[in-house]
């Protein structure tokens, strides 16, 4: 390893931590979504012991990762040696069936829920923490 590519890693070092652990998370979320796909839960890494909580915008909060429900799963996401690894986890939730006013509306598990999910994943790698979510109606996942 040359003395220039050891000043680049310095200096990207930081970005690329963010970085990799966004695309674990991105890669958790797909991973779900496949799951769902294959009317399996989606879940990773969290039991389903789990009681979900949620914000008051009524957006699911995952658990922290040093909770007693996560056992993050180390996940391979770049070809290196040695691999570079991720922690993730995810949580799948059928708003129709979650007893939980998703949509705000005043009403939990209305019509309006009905064919709809969310998925929350979340990914850890070098210090750095990344999360995302997205919401699918039940005709893009092919349930
Ligand atoms: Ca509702
Ligand atoms: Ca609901």
């Given amino acids: 390893m040359t003395t220039r590519h ?5 200096i990207i070092d930081r970005f ?4 990799t652990a966004f695309d674990g ?4 979320r797909l991973m779900s979504q496949a799951a769902l796909e ?3 839960d989606g879940i990773i890494g969290i039991s389903s012991e789990w009681t979900p909580q949620y914000d ?16 993050a799963v180390p996940l391979v996401i770049r070809d290196s040696d040695p691999p570079l690894t ?7 939730v059928d708003w129709s069936s979650d007893n939980w006013d998703n949509n ?3 009403v939990a598990d209305d019509a309006l829920e009905t064919g709809i999910f969310s998925i929350h994943s979340a990914a850890r790698f070098g210090g750095q923490i990344r999360r ?8 893009d996942i092919n349930v």
Wanted: zero cysteines; aromatic letters at 12%; a negative charge.
């Fill in 56 to 71: 008051s915008n009524n957006r699911l909060i995952l658990p922290p990762f040093d909770s007693e429900f996560v056992s």
């Fill in 6 to 10: 050891l000043q680049q890693r310095t």
């Fill in 38 to 40: 294959n009317a399996q």
């Fill in 104 to 106: 705000g509306d005043g």
């Fill in 25 to 28: 998370a991105e890669s958790a």
């Fill in 132 to 139: 995302v979510e997205a919401v699918y109606r039940s005709y």
């Fill in 86 to 92: 991720v922690d993730i986890i995810s949580w799948a």
């Fill in 16 to 19: 690329e931590a963010w970085q």
